[in-house]
Each structure stands twice: as structure tokens, then as C-alpha cells.
């Protein structure tokens, strides 16, 4: 059974920096695409960002330029290093896991398995 569970999220302050983690158990983590999907209150989840199984990254536009991901095999962990923070990035940041097609790989649709949430804050 597929488990992610992330970690890392917090209050900071605009222009601040965070690093999320998302840790997986149960699938084969070299063989799977993750992303981070994140979720503010009454609006709907967005894409932020993607990393394939053989590395290559997507990112939404919002976040370019600011938001890293990366993934470490060894301990099949996933990472969002998230600097210039800014008050519109608060929402709950969701981690995720499938293999989409390259042409649907933004769409949270297409991910079965997912983390249960890491809040993060950016207050003005």
C-alpha cells in the first residue's frame, strides 16, 4: 500500500523560504512521477509542480523561478524547496504519486495516490 506522508510546512513571512518533503513507502519510488498540488481555502487544487521518474520538472507559472523539486532516490523522498515566498502561495500542499502521460501530467486527476497535506502560510 502506497504511503506519502509530507512534512515541512509552517508559518513564514513574505519573501521567506520553506522545504517541503514528501516521504514514500510501498511503491517502487524510482519508477513514479510525483508532484505537488496545493489547495487554498474555496478555491479549487492547482498544479505547482512535477518531477518524472528519470527527472525531468514542470512547473506551473505562478511559482517559476521561485519553487525547486527534486527527488532523492536513496531515500525516496521528494522535495520542494520553496523560497520568495509570498502571501498567495498559503494553501494546504499536497503530494503526489502516478504515472500520467506527459500531456495530462498537470492534472491532479490523473494522481491516485496522495499525501494528506502539509499547510503553509506566508503572511504579509
Known amino acids: 500500500q502506497v504511503q506519502l506522508v509530507e512534512s515541512g510546512g509552517g508559518l513564514v513571512e513574505t519573501g521567506g523560504s520553506l522545504r517541503l518533503s514528501c516521504a514514500a513507502s510501498g511503491s517502487t519510488f524510482s519508477s513514479y512521477t510525483y508532484a505537488w498540488f496545493r489547495q487554498a481555502p474555496d478555491k479549487e487544487r492547482e498544479f505547482v509542480a512535477v518531477i518524472r521518474s528519470t527527472g525531468p520538472t514542470y512547473y506551473a507559472d505562478s511559482v517559476k523561478g521561485r519553487f525547486i523539486i527534486t527527488r532523492d532516490y536513496v531515500k525516496s523522498t521528494m522535495y520542494l524547496q520553496m523560497d520568495t515566498l509570498k502571501p498567495e502561495d498559503t494553501a494546504v500542499y499536497y503530494c503526489?504519486?502516478?504515472?500520467?502521460?506527459?500531456?495530462?501530467?498537470?492534472?491532479?486527476?490523473?494522481?491516485?495516490?496522495w499525501g494528506q497535506g502539509t499547510q503553509v502560510t506566508v503572511s504579509s
Open positions: 503526489a504519486e502516478d504515472s500520467p502521460l506527459l500531456s495530462s501530467i498537470r492534472e491532479s486527476k490523473m494522481y491516485y495516490s
